[in-house]
């Protein structure tokens, strides 16, 4: 799962924002491309995205207890051995000028209803029922994402990934359960256009997605063919498509080889994942 993930956000990174026209011409999958809008970004290198979900899945294992500050002290030491391009540049400002947990929780003001606590919550899906999911989810969520939107976003993309996980249904219907489990229709309902930086934006169109099924690279297509904030909605996507028995895996080799393999690069996330529930 964690493979894909960083394959879904690093694909998606180089279409985040662009002009449409550039996506219908270059979404083919035939490799990774450099964003025109973010040239820093070298093609085939994963974002915040995966970082964020890397650190969560490395606690996840590590049998440390599930707080607040251990959550906080994950990010600080994911961004500061790995210091990369792709966070919204207040947070990585921020990132940049924190060194502990204790001193991340002091400082952080947790009221942004965005993608970033959904973009990060895939590994908790794997957890054994759907309360040990939200409780997880929740605490994690609530450290930067503490509003009643950007709770709800991460709670429905770790749900899809534990719904296609125990295959507790047909794909086609991950959105209706989610909404069922929620109480919420709002992820019943299909996006439609591009995905701006909303949690529920990111989150609605990555079910949209995967619900079509299918396969692993139609899914990636579908998800940057909305455009506007694409690889959150690949990378909560593929997360999830990755884990269903019904989705084919057939992400092309030129996307998983290209795939960065530096220290926490594509082993080192396969290697985090095999230890995974």
Known sequence: MLVELAIGDAYGAGFEYADPDYVTRHNTLAGYVRNPRHPRLAPGHYTDDTQLTLALAELLVSGEPWTRETVAEAFVTAFHRDPREGYARGFHAFLGTVRTGEEFLARIRPDSDKSGAAMRTAPLGLLPTPADVLHHTDVQARVTHDTPDGVAAARAAALAVHYCDRGLG???????????????????????????????ASTRAALTALAAGGTL??????????TGDVDTVATIALAAASRSAEVVPDLPPVL?????????????????????P
Do not use: T
Not at 172 to 194: E, I, K, N, Y
Not at 256 to 276: I, K, Q
């Open 170 to 200: 047909p794909v086609a219907s991950v959105g209706a359960w989610v909404a069922d489990r929620l109480g919420s229709p709002v992820w019943a309902r299909p996006w439609r256009g591009p995905v701006g930086p909303k949690g529920v």
């Open 217 to 226: 690279s139609g899914v990636l297509r579908a998800c940057v063919a909305f």
């Open 256 to 276: 998983v080889a290209g795939l960065e393999n530096g220290a926490y690069g594509r082993d080192h996330l396969a290697a985090v994942d095999a230890r995974l």
